[in-house]
């Protein structure tokens, strides 16, 4: 196992006139490092000055993190993680790999965080002008823990060893280097708390998770926001990202539960992949790149950057955009046949960024779906819903609003007689309107592969 190197101080230097620490200057924790406190005895003015707050986080957090934290860790951990292993892979360290063919909807982790921040909470320390970045709330609970020594956190004490050739961790371990060096130049002793509050910075930085929910914004369709930040060791010491993935990450918005679900089949042998952000539907490949490497510090080797590929152009991305625009007008004016034409033409264009069977483009249909029924075709929103909930089922929680209203719809609606649809083709409204689909797209070459 690889130790920390935190006598690198040239090279901690080296990295710090290059400018490229900068990330720590968001973190704002150096900013109050360097700038709000004197320059004596630096560190342990800096303990004193957040031991309110610490307490203040406990007194806030405290009683949900304890109940909330790895209740059931270790036994979730034996249960669910049949069928997969963790190997280790020569650019990425230890991967998630499976021993198995795993279907679609396939739990492959389901676990408790070790710690969490809510992200609501970003100005309520009682102290004013103390904002701390939740990056930095989440550290200090990891480093508060390891000090009180709380035997959990050896859970997550080895995640930045990333099995020693990995790029990303040899530069984690050179910016926590930096930042002892900036310690030094300030005034900070570098001891023991101090490096252990630095490795944990690192640590959240490499391996913190954004807890997301869907939720609503004022006057607007709901949209998946971040409403926490926290730290799973199981699936962060083994699941790599991949710009084209195989899984997805659900959590359960009343206990923080995390599970990683198989989105696509994946067959025996291969690695079971999340995206940590930047997808191949969602941003070039060049953008991807440098977000990835600005945020986690490493160079993506996934299957959709590799070789030699290039940007994506993106073109039916900004044509889905501008037909779900003229849905939304035509919805304004209550025309809904002429809003149930731009979407479907809208999610034709998705199909060329998305697979069947992606949440993103289930939601949608749940979309097209209220439209439909809106133009007064029952049986088809019926088709839409039905299989829309078939995806949501195997993909997100039971409590997601879309599969709620699609389940809801599905016992309203009376089934019909008529064959299920497949989901490609239940994206046309109707059977007549395929010409009008065409007509809004603007070409019939894009249909010819969808009717
Ligand atoms: C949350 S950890 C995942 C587990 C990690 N492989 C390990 O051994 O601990 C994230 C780190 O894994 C590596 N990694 C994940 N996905 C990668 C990818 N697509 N390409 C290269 N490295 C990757 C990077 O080092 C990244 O900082």
């Not at 929910?213 to 790599?240: F, H, I, T, W």
């Not at 996934?302 to 919805?331: H, I, N, P, Y």
Request: proline residues 3%.
């Amino acid at each position: 196992m690889v130790q920390h190197d935190f006598a690198d101080v040239a090279f901690g230097q080296r990295l710090l006139s290059e400018g490229r620490v900068s990330w720590w200057e968001e973190s704002d924790f150096l900013a109050q490092l360097r700038g709000s406190l004197p320059k004596q005895d630096l560190f342990g003015r800096l303990c004193e000055e957040l031991q309110p707050f610490r307490e203040q986080i406990l007194k806030d957090l405290g009683p949900r993190v304890k109940e909330e934290t790895c209740g059931a860790f270790l036994s979730a951990r034996q249960g669910q993680k049949k069928g997969v292993e963790v190997a280790s892979r020569p650019n990425q360290g230890r991967s998630l790999v499976t021993t198995r063919h795993l279907e679609r909807g396939f739990v492959v982790i389901r676990e408790y965080p070790l710690a969490k921040v809510l992200l609501d909470l970003e100005n309520r320390s009682g102290l004013p002008g103390l904002k701390l970045h939740p990056e930095t709330r989440l550290a200090l609970q990891l480093w508060n823990a390891e000090r009180k020594g709380d035997k959990r956190i050896e859970a997550a004490k080895d995640l930045l060893d990333h099995g020693g050739n990995d790029a990303s961790a040899l530069k984690m371990r050179a910016l926590l280097a930096a930042c002892c060096t900036l310690c030094v130049d300030v005034g900070i002793s570098r001891n023991a708390a101090c490096e252990s509050l630095f490795h944990w910075l690192g640590c959240v930085r490499v391996n913190a998770v954004a807890v997301t929910a869907l939720v609503e914004a004022e006057g607007e369709e709901m949209q998946q926001a971040k409403v926490a930040l926290a730290l799973y060791p199981d699936l962060a010491r083994s699941v790599n990202h991949s710009c084209r993935p195989n899984g997805v990450l659900r959590f359960d918005a009343k206990d923080s539960h995390v599970e990683l679900v198989v989105s696509a089949g994946v067959d025996a042998g291969e690695e079971v992949t999340i995206s940590y952000g930047p997808t191949s539907s969602t941003m070039p490949r060049s953008q991807r790149l440098g977000i990835l490497m600005a945020q986690y510090g490493f160079e993506c080797h996934c299957t959709a950057c590799g070789g030699t590929s290039v940007d994506e152009d993106f073109q039916w991305k900004r044509k889905a955009k501008m037909l779900d625009e003229r849905a939304r007008a035509a919805v304004a004016r209550a025309a809904w046949q002429e809003a149930v034409i731009a979407c479907s033409a809208s999610i034709a264009m998705l199909r060329q960024g998305f697979r069947d069977g992606d949440v993103e483009l289930a939601r949608e249909e749940c979309k097209l779906a209220g439209l439909t029924l809106r133009a007064g075709d029952a049986v088809k929103a019926r088709e839409l819903w039905s299989s829309s909930a078939d995806v949501l089922r195997c993909l997100v929680m039971p409590a997601d609003p879309d599969l709620r209203e699609a389940e809801e719809m599905l016992r309203q609606l009376p089934a019909s007689p008529v064959q299920k649809a497949s989901s490609s083709s239940a994206a046309f409204a109707t059977a007549s309107s395929k010409s009008e689909v065409a007509a809004a797209i603007g070409g019939g070459e894009m249909v010819m592969g969808m009717a």
